[in-house]
C-alpha cells in the first residue's frame, strides 16, 4: 500500500513537539587472556552494555517518539595461536549476546511514520575464524569465516501498513523487521 500526499498532510503530529530523557546505568567489562606456552593464548570475556533513550523529533511529516534505553550482556571466548613456526596466525571465537528492550526503527501507520520502539529482547550468537599465513617473504593469504544467528523475540511487536487506522480490521498489523 502507497501513501498520498493527502495521507501525510491528514497525520500531522498534535501536542508538544518536544521530548526529554534522564537515564543512567553502570556497564562493565571482565576479560581475562591465559597463555598455554609461547604460541597460544586463550582468552574469554563478559561484558554488559547500554545505550541511552533515543528521541526522535516530531515534524510536519512525522510525530515524536522515544525509545527507552536498552542494555546488553555478552560473553565471549577464544584462541589464538601462531603455527607453521611463525609464519602463520590463526583465531577463532565464540560469543553469545542479549539485549534488552532493544532500539528499533519502524516504518508504517496512518502516515506512513519513522516511529522509535523498543523490543522485548534480542539475542545473537556466532563464530569467527581467522587465519593469516606466510606463503612467501611477499606473499601472505588470509581467510576469515564468520557465522551468526540471531533474533528478535517479541509477540506484540508490530506496526500497521501505510495509511491504516489502528481500528481498521482490514489492514492487520505486521511485524516491523523480518527475523533476521
Do not use: H
Request: with cysteine; charged share 20%.
Amino acid at each position: 500500500v502507497r501513501c498520498t500526499l493527502a495521507d501525510l498532510a491528514a497525520a500531522e503530529p498534535d501536542g508538544d513537539l518536544s521530548a526529554s530523557t534522564d537515564d543512567e546505568q553502570f556497564s562493565w567489562d571482565l576479560s581475562a587472556t591465559y597463555e598455554v606456552n609461547d604460541d597460544v593464548n586463550v582468552y574469554g570475556r563478559i561484558a554488559t552494555g547500554y545505550r541511552g533513550s533515543s528521541i526522535q523529533a516530531a515534524s510536519a511529516f512525522n510525530f515524536e517518539s522515544v525509545a527507552e534505553p536498552e542494555t546488553s550482556t555478552s560473553f565471549e571466548a577464544g584462541v589464538k595461536a601462531d603455527v607453521l613456526d611463525g609464519s602463520g596466525r590463526i583465531s577463532a571465537a565464540v560469543y553469545y549476546y542479549t539485549i534488552e528492550d532493544m532500539q528499533l526503527s519502524a516504518i508504517g501507520g496512518g502516515g506512513n511514520f519513522v516511529q522509535l520502539v523498543n523490543a522485548d529482547k534480542g539475542t545473537g550468537m556466532g563464530f569467527e575464524l581467522d587465519g593469516e599465513f606466510l606463503v612467501t617473504d611477499r606473499l601472505m593469504v588470509t581467510a576469515g569465516l564468520s557465522y551468526v544467528d540471531t533474533e528478535i523475540e517479541d509477540d506484540q511487536l508490530t506496526v500497521r501498513a501505510c495509511g491504516s487506522a489502528p481500528d481498521d480490521p482490514l489492514t492487520p498489523a505486521v511485524d516491523p523487521v523480518p527475523p533476521f
